[in-house]
């Protein structure tokens, strides 16, 4: 199920969470590709004219958000800007913290999931599955809230997988709710229900680090509404 309106790359630029020289962070919303498959059709990239802000060219992505994650994206705003940027997810600098609802309700309140992922299928690079023979892959979890046999769980990946935390999730036994993949949601069920809900990019070494937090989207929003949650 796609969640997205269509956009107009006008519209991404309400979007913007952070901008500066090097690199703009923007609220992916649910249900819209990060770029184009083999296939086409829509995509954000191709609305990204829309985020010049001056520039001669369009920004570009530092990395990658699921079809239907919402929330945090990092663009750099031109070469340099990207190559840093690498470097800073390539090394795991940038911190990321994802919220999630999965069905279940872990016994413990924290945990940390160590758990080398790999490749299912050759012909299929995103579908991942635990694999000793894997990259190491590592994710810390806490649980924020539960009811009604689901839990809110803020997600920490420590590596940079290929859908690590839907795969994580499962391999721990608390799939998240929407995921047909890793879960068992049904044809026509609930939507996807993870967000990237923050992201903290240590772009200059003599500054600050750049932080950006990024609102529930309105699938999620509802949920929250609906467990008594307040995110």
Not at 20 to 33: H, Q, R, S
Not at 38 to 62: I, Q, V
Not at 122 to 129: C, E, N, T, Y
Not at 211 to 217: I, N
Request: glycine share 10%; hydrophobic share 40%; with cysteine.
């Amino acid at each position: 199920m796609s969640l997205a309106a269509p956009l107009v790359p006008q519209d991404l630029e309400a979007r913007v969470l952070h901008r500066d020289g090097l690199m703009l962070i923007i609220d992916k919303p649910a249900g819209l590709p990060v770029h184009a498959g083999p296939k086409g059709g829509p995509n954000l990239e191709a609305l990204f004219s829309g985020l010049r802000f001056g520039l001669p060219r369009d920004p570009a992505l530092a990395h990658r958000l699921d079809k239907d994650t919402s929330g945090c994206l990092v663009l750099g705003r031109h070469r340099k800007a990207l190559t840093r940027l690498g470097k800073l997810f390539s090394s795991g600098r940038v911190g990321k913290t994802y919220w999630a609802v999965v069905r279940g309700a872990p016994a413990e309140d924290e945990g940390r999931i160590e758990a080398p992922l790999a490749k299912r299928s050759p012909d299929r690079g995103w579908w991942m599955a635990v694999d000793p023979a894997g990259l190491p892959s590592v994710t810390e979890w806490r649980v924020k809230a539960r009811a009604q046999g689901l839990s809110w769980i803020e997600f920490t990946p420590l590596t940079g997988r290929t859908h690590q935390i839907r795969a994580h999730a499962a391999h721990i036994g608390l799939p998240l709710l929407g995921d047909p993949i890793y879960g068992s949601e049904p044809v026509g069920g609930a939507v996807l229900h993870l967000h990237a809900r923050a992201v903290i990019v240590p772009m200059r070494e003599s500054q600050p680090p750049v932080s950006a937090e990024a609102p529930l989207p309105p699938h999620m929003a509802a949920t929250f509404s609906a467990m008594g949650w307040s995110g």
